[in-house]
């Protein structure tokens, strides 16, 4: 297996996701807060701390990620992030909760909630996981 294109191919794919992701609420991070809000998860005083952790963790790992840097860290920390915001709509798809925009890339392109959303989130944690193992396999081979 040509470990070192399906590495780079996957730094570009999850680094190009949460780039667009971090640009899409950096643009408009009050309607982030707004979509923060109909999730009912944080209580009102929490929504812009919440708001601005996320898209400076979404910037960093962004960063972290297409540079390469400890390329291994990054991909677990946004194997992390991705597992949490899958259980964040997991919990709130069986709330019943019904959300027009998930807010995945802010109020940008918007898309709603759906029982496929989660989905997306856990292919996001393999492509990680693959890049995780991609990496370590990397730095054997050296």
């Given at each position: 297996?040509?470990?070192?294109?399906?590495?780079?191919?996957?730094?570009?794919?999850?680094?190009?996701?949460?780039?667009?992701?971090a640009?899409?609420?950096?643009?408009?991070?009050?309607?982030?807060?707004?979509?923060?809000?109909?999730?009912?998860l944080?209580?009102?005083?929490?929504?812009?701390?919440?708001?601005?952790?996320?898209?400076?963790?979404?910037?960093?790992?962004?960063?972290?990620?297409?540079?390469?840097?400890?390329?291994?860290?990054?991909?677990?920390?946004?194997?992390?992030?991705?597992?949490?915001?899958?259980?964040?709509?997991?919990?709130?798809?069986?709330?019943?909760?019904?959300?027009p925009?998930?807010?995945c890339?802010?109020?940008?392109?918007?898309?709603?909630?759906?029982?496929?959303?989660?989905?997306?989130?856990?292919?996001?944690v393999?492509?990680?996981?693959?890049?995780?193992?991609?990496?370590?396999?990397s730095l054997?081979?050296?």
């Amino acid at each position: 297996m040509n470990w070192a294109a399906l590495t780079w191919g996957c730094r570009l794919l999850i680094g190009g996701v949460l780039f667009a992701s971090a640009l899409g609420k950096s643009l408009d991070l009050s309607g982030f807060v707004d979509v923060l809000a109909t999730y009912r998860l944080f209580p009102d005083w929490s929504l812009w701390p919440v708001a601005l952790g996320i898209t400076g963790i979404e910037w960093g790992l962004a960063g972290w990620i297409l540079v390469g840097w400890h390329l291994s860290t990054g991909a677990l920390m946004a194997m992390v992030l991705n597992g949490l915001y899958a259980i964040g709509l997991i919990v709130t798809l069986l709330r019943g909760l019904d959300l027009p925009n998930c807010g995945c890339y802010g109020v940008f392109f918007p898309q709603p909630l759906r029982w496929y959303s989660p989905l997306e989130d856990l292919v996001l944690v393999g492509l990680c996981y693959v890049l995780h193992v991609g990496a370590q396999t990397s730095l054997t081979d050296s």
